[in-house]
């Protein structure tokens, strides 16, 4: 049997062109991005924030930022999909509620925390993390905005330091993509072609 997901992924294409009129209830937001926290993060360490950018002022000034590419102001919401620098002393809180439950022994989660400890000791191996795990997140807030019969395009075409300046984004919070999500408007292209498998798949 064909999951309808495959028929998502299989049909999904980045949109350019959303009706301006469409809004989004706040519940709405919220289950996009509950969604979108379902996807992996190393060590689960969930290092990653979504700002929805909905009112008209921040829509313009996120706008503006992206170059002017309409589709920022005119989605029901652009979503800001930030990485944050991994904080392995935040693991003992994102894993106690796995631990008690009797999934893991403490005695794992203690070693997970040491072994993050030193690995983003590394300036680079943690930046690497937090655009990792935003990609991510936005790959399944992509995939979700599809499942509920909606339109996005992953942006990365955009002033990343003046967004983190208008956004009022944290030393360690990285913006890595901007999602317009959305309901389409007419004049969309469809799927663009996909490189043959023979390119792009190796099998050792």
């Known amino acids: 049997m064909n999951h309808p997901a495959l028929d998502l992924i ?9 009706d301006p009129s469409h809004r989004f209830e706040t519940s709405e937001i919220q289950r996009l991005v509950q969604l979108a ?5 190393a ?9 929805a950018v909905c009112t008209p002022e921040a829509k313009r000034t996120l ?9 920022v102001s005119e989605a029901a ?4 999909v930030c990485g944050l620098l991994p904080d392995p002393h935040a693991l003992a809180d994102r894993l106690r509620p796995f631990v008690e439950a009797g999934h893991m022994p ?5 070693a997970w925390q040491e072994d993050a400890q030193a690995k983003y000791a590394d300036a680079r191996a943690a930046r690497d993390e937090a655009i990792r795990s935003a990609s991510l997140g936005t790959a399944t807030l992509i995939h979700a905005a ?8 992953p942006m990365s075409g955009f002033d990343t330091a003046g967004v983190a300046r208008a956004f009022g984004l944290a030393g360690h919070e990285l913006p890595v993509m901007l999602v317009p999500v959305g309901r389409a408007a007419p004049g969309n292209w469809p799927q663009k072609p996909r490189r043959p498998l023979a390119e792009v798949l190796e099998i050792a």
């Open 37 to 41: 926290t379902r996807a992996p993060t």
């Open 106 to 110: 403490a005695s794992l989660a203690a």
């Open 43 to 51: 060590y689960n360490l969930q290092n990653w924030r979504f700002i």
């Open 63 to 71: 706008r503006a930022l992206a170059y002017g590419q309409a589709k």
């Open 146 to 153: 599809s499942a509920l019969g909606l339109a996005s395009s």
């Open 77 to 80: 919401a652009t979503f800001i």
């Open 10 to 18: 299989e049909q999904r294409a980045s949109t350019n062109h959303f």
